[in-house]
Nanobody, 127 residues
Framework: QVRLVESGGGLVQAGDSLRLSCAASGRTFSNSAMGWFRQVPGKEREFVAAISWYGSTTYYADSVKGRFTISRDNAKNTLDLQMNSLRPEDTAVYYC????????????????????WGQGTHVTVSS
C-alpha cells in the first residue's frame, strides 16, 4: 500500500511563492507518473500538474502554466510543486496522487486513473 503525505501548505499573500512536497512510502512497484490536484470546498477536484516516472515529461493545467513547476526525486520518493506568483484563486487543498502508471496528455489529468491519494495540504492566498 502506497502512503502519500503532503506538506508545505500555508497562508501567503498574492505574488508570493510556496513549495509543496509529497513523501511517498510503501511503494512496491512499478514506475508511475504522479500528479497534483486541488480542491476548493463545494467544487470538484481539479488537475494541477503531472510528471512522468523519469521526470522527462510534465503536464500543467492552463491556469498554472508558467507559474507552477512539478518535479520529483525517485531516489527519495518525493514529489514537489513549486508555486510562484500565487493568486487568490490558487487557494485550495492540494493533493498528491500516485498509482496511475503510464499516462500521457489528457490521461494524466484524469483523477480516476490515480489509485493513491494523500490527505491534502491547505494553501491560502490572500489578496
Amino acid at each position: 500500500q502506497v502512503r502519500l503525505v503532503e506538506s508545505g501548505g500555508g497562508l501567503v499573500q498574492a505574488g508570493d511563492s510556496l513549495r509543496l512536497s509529497c513523501a511517498a512510502s510503501g511503494r512496491t512497484f512499478s514506475n508511475s507518473a504522479m500528479g497534483w490536484f486541488r480542491q476548493v470546498p463545494g467544487k470538484e477536484r481539479e488537475f494541477v500538474a503531472a510528471i512522468s516516472w523519469y521526470g522527462s515529461t510534465t503536464y500543467y493545467a492552463d491556469s498554472v502554466k508558467g507559474r507552477f513547476t512539478i518535479s520529483r526525486d525517485n531516489a527519495k520518493n518525493t514529489l514537489d510543486l513549486q508555486m510562484n506568483s500565487l493568486r487568490p484563486e490558487d487557494t485550495a487543498v492540494y493533493y498528491c496522487a500516485d498509482g496511475i502508471g503510464y499516462c500521457s496528455g489528457a490521461g494524466c489529468s484524469d483523477e480516476r486513473g490515480y489509485h493513491y491519494w494523500g490527505q491534502g495540504t491547505h494553501v491560502t492566498v490572500s489578496s
